[in-house]
């Protein structure tokens, strides 16, 4: 049984073509939810955490925001360097569970 | 402040033998998480530990997998007599407290040949 959901699985973008992807989670006692972006071999990188439904955190392109039941990472007029994976993780217990990804491409 | 190393960075086993990742959290940092990760997967949780403690290791196959964090020294997972769908990319990530954002290492690229 999924508990964390990411949508869509990949999506091509060309630059400057803003978007969101989308994390819904099954998670009933949220107690935060995490964004990171990994980039090929490497490990995850942090972005945001959020903690509470209809909060939001911005950092340059990006944007998070929470509700119940999923959150969004949006992305405005994006640069081919923001081509990363990014993943969710909420959490409700010592236990992070991420989700399987989108794989963000932008192109020139 | 370095942050979380892991090593080795890759490591090619026949099948059979054991493989040791090791796992050195950031300074200061008390809990350890270890995942997996398949090619095109997501992270995979496997354990969770705090010094000395297993708190989690319910992603943590019964058979082949330990891991431990010691009062001194890094967090070791070993895979003892490794088979080919060991071969993954294991992460390991530190925090200073439950609930706080992980900090990643590098990743060991595990080969079972």
């Known amino acids: ?108 | 402040n370095a942050g979380v190393m892991q090593n080795p960075r890759h490591l090619v086993r026949r099948r059979g033998q054991e493989a040791r990742l090791r796992c050195s959290p950031m300074k200061g940092h008390s809990h350890v998480y270890w995942y997996r990760q398949l090619p095109e997967e997501g992270l995979k949780f496997m354990v969770y530990l705090q010094k000395e403690n297993i708190i989690d290791e319910s992603g943590m196959p019964k058979e082949r997998f330990s891991a431990e964090f010691p009062k001194e020294g890094p967090s070791i997972l070993r895979i003892q007599q490794v088979v080919r769908g060991d071969s993954a990319a294991y992460f390991c990530a530190s925090s200073p407290r439950s609930g706080e954002k992980l900090f990643f290492g590098s990743g060991t690229q595990l080969s079972v040949l």
């Open chain 1, 1 to 108: 049984e999924d508990q964390v959901t990411q949508s869509p699985e990949a999506l091509r973008l060309q630059e400057g073509e803003s978007s969101s992807l989308n994390c819904s989670y099954t998670v009933s006692g949220l107690r935060g939810l995490f964004w990171y972006r990994q980039d090929p071999g490497k490990g995850p990188e942090f972005l945001f955490t959020l903690y509470s439904a209809g909060e939001e955190k911005e950092k340059e392109r990006l944007k998070a925001t929470l509700t119940k039941k999923e959150s969004f990472l949006h992305i405005t007029a994006p640069k081919p360097e923001d081509s990363a994976t990014y993943l969710c993780a909420p959490y409700e217990d010592d236990k992070i569970i991420f989700g399987k990804g989108t794989r963000l491409h932008i192109l020139p």
